[in-house]
């Protein structure tokens, strides 16, 4: 953060240097002691600047963050993919055992009552009175029931669960999939821009060669203000580029450090060396798009379960078997009865309950109709997403060798404006060329290696794009 700050800081003395240089600059020639000035404001200039080149310099003395290392913090402590990986053991939860019915159920029950009455007792022996005495009764028992049958609804609903689980890992298997693209693309992003920095501060360093070189022939009398005023113009104009880019990579690092997890203000340099691994054919890449790619596979597990959702629906129109046991206890004890003061009983129950719902209105019928109709719907979308996957997978395919024929054709853009601008050099230095013919050889130089920097990570964006559709991705 105090680099920040100190870059900030950097930024506001260059906007007033320049003002001042172009209140130095709207004036008559140069006098001797203009010309003093102006080189005291350039060499607070290349002051500022030197201790802005010196943050960028602490930042790639920072330890290099591999891709593979990237990703595995990313797998570790990214928030979506801890997000998915809770919902796969909540999905795994539901499709317990314990969750089927396949189990028997166990209760025990106890109750007991005491009365305080007072009344009377008609028998055939006459009328009997009694006092008010306390009378109990009491019960208990331990049952068990299981469902021997109820028309395979019950093993069709536990495989509907087992498939939920496995299409709640497919999800997260996308989002593990699609969080891992996300991280190369911005990993990719910065290593773009730590090449663009080192670009611009190359041609940084050029342009006050220059700026030098004007001033020097000035005092010597071979050369004009005009030179210089175009120098300076140059390097104010690299000067701001190269701030911009800092800026650019410092908001980049925070966004990579999101994807990772942690803290965002943690600084890091990158690789950027590329490597294209993409050795399979487009006839291979296509069969494992339709064999492995996770949309596909998601369509699959959702067909799967449309079907386990008819057979299920259907288990209305059977019947449903049970057997319970119990071992049951029971007593009262009634000291103003008739006949009978007391008794208790206990001992072993076992049985068998049938029922059959034969007519449920027609709620069975409606919902292993509904049950279909999702199915026929399910095969239409598992339809479209076979063609869908199928265009980007040729799109994405032309995308990639388009990105490498680019990169190949840039690289030799690459060594032909290298070529102009080394020729064009020496041109300057011996005065056969203007200083914006020569400033014009070196913009196309920057354009040619920015061009080319940009055309190796679309290129391997397109390779990760091109894995992902073909369900290999996560390989790497």
């Given amino acids: 953060m105090t680099r920040i700050r100190r870059m900030n800081t950097d930024f506001h003395n260059l906007k007033a240097l320049h003002a001042k240089t172009m209140i130095a600059a709207s004036g008559s020639p140069l006098k001797r002691g203009c010309r003093e000035t102006r080189r005291g404001i350039n060499f607070s200039l290349l002051l500022s600047f030197s201790l802005i080149l010196g943050a960028s310099t602490m930042a790639n003395a920072q330890e290099v963050l591999t891709r593979d290392e990237a990703m595995k913090l990313a797998l570790q402590h990214n928030y979506d993919i801890q997000v998915a990986q809770k919902n796969i053991e909540s999905a795994k939860n539901n499709s317990s055992i314990y969750n089927t019915g396949y189990l028997p159920t166990a209760n025990l029950i106890g109750s007991g009552q005491i009365t305080y009455n007072a009344g009377e007792n008609e028998t055939v022996q006459g009328t009997q009175s009694f006092d008010a005495a306390e009378a109990y009764n009491y019960n208990a028992s331990l049952g068990v029931n299981y469902v021997i049958f109820n028309g395979l609804g019950r093993m069709y609903n536990y495989k ?77 104009n690299d000067s701001i580029n190269l701030l911009n880019g800092v800026q650019s990579l410092e908001n980049r690092k925070r966004s990579l450090n999101l994807i990772l997890g942690r803290a965002l203000d943690t600084d890091f340099a990158v690789d950027t060396n590329v490597v294209f691994q993409m050795a399979l054919s487009a006839e291979e890449i296509s069969a ?83 049950a279909k109709i999702a199915l026929e719907t399910q095969k239409i979308q598992q339809e479209r997403t076979a063609f869908t996957v199928q265009r980007d997978v040729l799109n994405a395919l032309a995308t990639y060798e388009n990105a490498l024929f680019v990169l190949q054709a840039q690289q030799a853009n690459v060594f032909t404006a290298k070529r102009n601008f080394e020729r064009s050099n020496e041109m300057y230095k011996t005065g056969q060329i203007t200083s914006i013919e020569f400033r014009q050889a070196q913009l196309n130089l920057l354009q040619a290696q920015n061009n080319k920097s940009q055309a190796k990570y679309n290129a391997k964006n397109a390779e990760l794009q091109l894995k992902q559709l073909a369900g290999v991705l996560l390989e790497e």
């Fill in 288 to 370: 494992k798009a339709f064999e492995r790619n996770i949309q596909i596979e998601q369509t699959k597990s959702q067909l799967k379960n449309s079907e386990y959702a008819i057979k299920a629906s259907r288990a209305g129109w059977f019947p449903s078997l049970s057997a319970n046991a119990a071992y049951a206890y029971q007593g009262q004890d009634n000291p103003n009865g008739a006949f009978l003061l007391g008794n208790q009983s206990y001992g072993p129950q076992a049985g068998l309950s049938l029922s059959w719902n034969i007519f449920d209105g027609g709620t069975t019928k409606t919902r292993t109709q509904s």
């Fill in 160 to 236: 509907q669960l087992k498939e939920q689980h496995n299409l709640t890992e497919l999800q997260a298997k996308q989002i593990i999939e699609n969080t891992l693209l996300q991280l190369s693309n911005s990993y990719f992003e910065i290593a773009q821009l730590s090449e663009n920095i080192n670009i611009i501060k190359s041609a940084l360093d050029i342009s006050k060669t220059r700026l030098k070189r004007a001033q020097y022939g000035y005092e010597y009398g071979q050369g004009t203000q005009l030179n210089i005023l175009n120098a300076e113009v140059d390097v104010n």
